[in-house]
């Protein structure tokens, strides 16, 4: 009687820890992954938590079929090295990768129809090869730098130009010298005036 009671507790723990790491590795492999629901019951990624240099955009997220992957989704992750797409998605949004610098080999699937601007810009280890023939909207503006980024390049450039063109400070801090010198010279005068006024006063 006692070795059932024991066999039973036994089989109960193993249980509750293969349950314990089923739980686990389905949050480890969904809660990475920040999304939306949109009307149609699918899901739109919009973002990431993790650091893993292979991304594998999976087929569904918390039983959610995941069908786009939104804006600026990615952007800025420079330390994503290679993107594996699934077949489910059909769209990438805006600056999704924007930035990622590392990204050298990208998996996109037949599926997808339409690619944002920007969507992989500032990503110099790409090719345009990587875009299938089922994107609708091919251009130039998929890899390119962002427009608002360059113009604030421009426009800071310019400031710094019209600053340094501006800029009196040297010359300020030399007639703030000049003008210490003078004052002191003066005063050694006013002294030494003085002093002889005394002495042939005496």
Do not use: H
Not at 45 to 67: L, Q, R, S
């Amino acid at each position: 009687m006692k070795k059932l009671k024991l066999l039973s507790v036994l089989l109960s723990a193993f249980a509750f820890i293969f349950f314990c790491a089923d739980m686990v590795a389905f949050a480890d492999e969904t809660n990475v992954f920040d999304y939306r629901i949109n009307a149609d019951g699918t899901a739109t990624i919009i973002g990431f938590k993790a650091n893993d240099i292979n991304i594998v955009i999976p087929e569904t997220v918390d039983a959610y079929k995941v069908t786009a992957i939104g804006d600026y989704a990615f952007s800025g992750m420079n330390g994503i090295e290679k993107l594996t797409i699934n077949a489910e998605i059909t769209s990438i949004g805006n600056s999704a990768f924007y930035g990622c610098t590392s990204l050298k080999e990208v998996e996109i699937p037949d599926t997808v129809t339409q690619i944002g601007e920007y969507a992989f810009g500032n990503c110099p280890l790409l090719i345009p090869d990587i875009i299938p023939d089922s994107v609708q909207n091919k251009n130039d503006k998929i890899f390119a730098l962002r427009d608002d980024i360059a113009d604030d390049t421009a426009s800071s450039d310019t400031e710094s130009e019209t600053d340094n063109e501006n800029d009196n400070t040297p010359i300020i801090v030399m007639l703030v010298i000049v003008s210490a010198f003078s004052a002191i010279a003066c005063g050694v005068c006013v002294w030494m005036f003085v002093k002889s006024k005394r002495n042939k006063t005496n």
